[in-house]
């Protein structure tokens, strides 16, 4: 069983700047997709980001690309989401996600990943 646990939500002011870490404890195979996704109320959780740890490619959703920057320390188990430029429309709560031996191909879904944060709560006011 993997845990993840995420970190590093907060309030913000457009244009500021956050960045959100996801701690993944217990056992930990050798490569993964890992990605962030965000719910806002009333709306469907949505891919902000995926990495692929074995390799490191890449996946942004067109919303954040530019602004967003998804990466991994391997030593620590540990994913963040640097988060520049943030818009009020980035106010969600956001959820890691990990799933093992998969190279995140394609578009990630929810529904893709066995290991799920409890989420993160970011709010950015105008």
């Known amino acids: 069983q993997v845990q993840l646990v995420e970190s590093g939500g907060g309030s913000v002011q457009a244009g500021g700047s956050l960045r959100l870490s996801c701690a993944a404890f217990g056992y930990i195979a050798s490569d993964y997709c890992m990605g962030w996704f965000r719910q806002a109320p009333g709306k469907e959780r949505e891919v902000v980001a995926a990495?692929?740890?074995?390799?490191?490619?890449?996946y942004y959703a067109d919303s954040v690309k530019g602004r967003f920057t998804i990466s991994q320390d391997n030593p620590k188990n540990t994913l963040y989401l640097q988060m520049n430029s943030l818009k009020p429309e980035d106010t969600a709560i956001y959820y890691c996600a990990a799933q093992p031996s998969w190279r995140c191909e394609g578009s990630p879904h929810w529904g893709d990943f066995r290991y799920r944060g409890q989420g993160t709560q970011v709010t950015v006011s105008s």
């Open positions: 990495i692929y740890t074995g390799g490191g490619s890449t």
